[in-house]
């Protein structure tokens, strides 16, 4: 029985629409590390969101619960398919409380609930002071499919560009206030993702978590309570 961290204010956008040109067209969200599919293995790490949603082709198996849409038109690119996340997302009405989003590539293989926390922690630790948190690699560069966001900070970034199709995640975030998380942890970088063949064999040859069944998810609700880390 694995402990289980809850946010229930966080949804979790996973965006799943890539053409995998450097994997030969193959759906790459669908790819295996370690007999697992990317995709299974980024929502087992989500799990503990308050809402999921995949953007990108419809899919059989998902979940129960998660929620998909389509970015317009197919493969408009990342910012379209959060925009198109976002139609999904009710806006936080006052009193709420704090209404988080995070944006993730579907072809995380390392990413756990962990990691996901320390984003999480990094957001509501700031007290109103940062707009989100990514995860930034030993160059120092930002890894912007692996964040959490104040929801309202993310819409105003989405907003400011129009017509978000062909836009870069990049153009999102200018002008937002970036916490700059370094990931310090053993254990492979939870924000290393797969382009290609060489990257699904090094990924499938790192220590990889144990991604749990739904109904091994389910069951554990009874001990949630007292083994859940919450905002």
């Known amino acids: ?30 790819l295996a590390v370690a007999g697992v599919p990317m995709l299974d293995r980024v929502l087992a790490a989500l799990d503990g969101a308050g809402r999921r949603i995949v953007v990108g082709p419809a899919r059989a198996g998902l979940p129960a619960g998660v929620l998909t849409v389509r970015e317009e ?9 959060t925009a198109a ?8 009405a006052p009193g709420e409380g704090l209404d988080l989003v995070g944006v ?40 912007l499919l692996c964040g959490v966001w104040r929801g309202d900070a993310l819409r105003r970034g989405v907003e400011r560009l129009g017509d978000p199709v062909g836009r870069s995640m990049r153009a999102v975030f200018d002008g937002l ?7 310090e942890q053993d254990g492979p970088s939870p924000y290393f993702d797969c382009d290609t063949d ?3 064999t090094r990924a499938s040859g790192a220590g990889q978590p144990a991604v749990p069944a739904e109904s091994a998810v389910q069951a554990e609700s009874a001990v949630q309570a007292e083994q859940r880390v919450e905002w």
């Open 1 to 30: 029985m694995r402990a289980v961290s809850t946010w229930p204010g966080l949804t979790a956008v996973i965006l799943a629409g890539g053409g995998g040109t450097r994997l030969g067209g193959r759906d790459k969200p669908m």
């Open 73 to 81: 038109p197919a493969g408009a690119g990342p910012a379209a398919a």
């Open 85 to 92: 996340a976002l139609t999904l997302i009710p806006g936080e």
């Open 104 to 143: 993730f590539a579907a072809d995380l293989p390392h990413l756990t609930a962990a990691a996901v926390q320390v984003l999480v922690g990094a957001v509501v630790g700031a007290a109103g002071r940062v707009d989100g948190a990514v995860f930034v690699d030993e160059r120092g560069k930002r890894q």
């Open 177 to 183: 206030v970036v916490a700059e998380v370094r990931w």
């Open 198 to 200: 060489e990257d699904l």
